[in-house]
């Protein structure tokens, strides 16, 4: 039976997530907390991040060296919760569409990784929170969707991925998406024991973060939202997702 914050039934029996986001510094707005738990409890997390945050930033650093320094935060950011693999696909920031190569390359982290399941951004806008809808968001869980299904698990699509690479073909079986619209929202993680490394890990974005202040006071009217929400008990912090199926 679902658990009080969710109203989908949720596998437990998942060993490997990837995480695909279109900037370095996405998963850990949207879900550090989630993948410092996954890690605590044993789960292999990777991570592909479609561009290397190039466009990004807010101070003088040249443009030739923000994705450079970025990949190097993401790559600090994931050690606080213990992530080890990450990938960076090199897409230019700012204009990822979601075509055939994106949903190649994506197809190839899957076939790669083999995960039981996918978290990615969501391909709506998400209108009460119009700074998580960027387009690369969209475009990158676009791609992604696409890349769970049909193309990971079609043994015919990108055939250049067995031929080239020997990779095989690989059926996710669940999908959980962040930044998605409210009525689309179905469960909640609890992240108060982890929401420490949550901010250590945006912390490590200093190039993005830096000139916020107090991340804390910001981010916990959002986590205690989402946990009343779902019902957890007075004072606990929850990053919430559409977990969707795939079958």
């Keep these: 039976m679902p658990t009080p914050a969710s109203t989908v039934r949720v596998r437990d029996d998942v060993e490997r997530v990837l995480v695909v986001t279109a900037h370095p510094d ?42 450079p320094l970025r990949e190097a935060e993401q790559r600090a950011a994931a050690a606080e919760l213990g992530v080890k693999d990450l990938r960076f696909l090199g897409y230019p920031d700012g204009r990822l569409l979601p075509g055939l190569e994106l949903r190649r390359d994506i197809s190839r982290e899957i076939r790669r990784f083999r995960p ?35 193309d990971a698990r079609n043994p015919f699509a990108h055939p250049e991925l067995l031929a080239d690479d020997g990779l095989d073909a690989w059926t996710v079986p669940e999908m959980w998406i962040m930044g998605t619209p409210d009525e689309r929202l179905n469960h909640a993680v609890d992240i108060t024991d982890t929401f420490d490394r949550k901010l250590a890990a945006l912390q490590a974005h200093a190039s993005q973060t830096a000139h916020m202040g107090d991340l804390g006071a910001r981010l916990r009217p959002w986590h205690t939202h989402w946990a009343k929400t779902f019902g957890l008990p007075e004072g606990r912090l929850a990053e919430a997702f559409q977990v969707v199926s795939v079958g």
């Design 26 to 67: 996405d998963v850990d707005f949207g879900a550090a907390g989630t993948a410092a738990a996954w890690v605590k409890a044993g789960i292999d997390v990777a991570y592909c991040i479609c561009t290397s945050g190039d466009a990004g930033g807010h101070d003088d650093t040249p443009r030739t060296e923000m994705g």
């Design 116 to 150: 039981d399941r996918v978290l990615t951004q969501s391909p709506e806008i998400w209108w009460r929170r119009i700074g998580a809808s960027h387009p690369d968001h969209r475009a990158a869980g676009e791609a992604t969707l696409a890349a769970v299904y049909p």
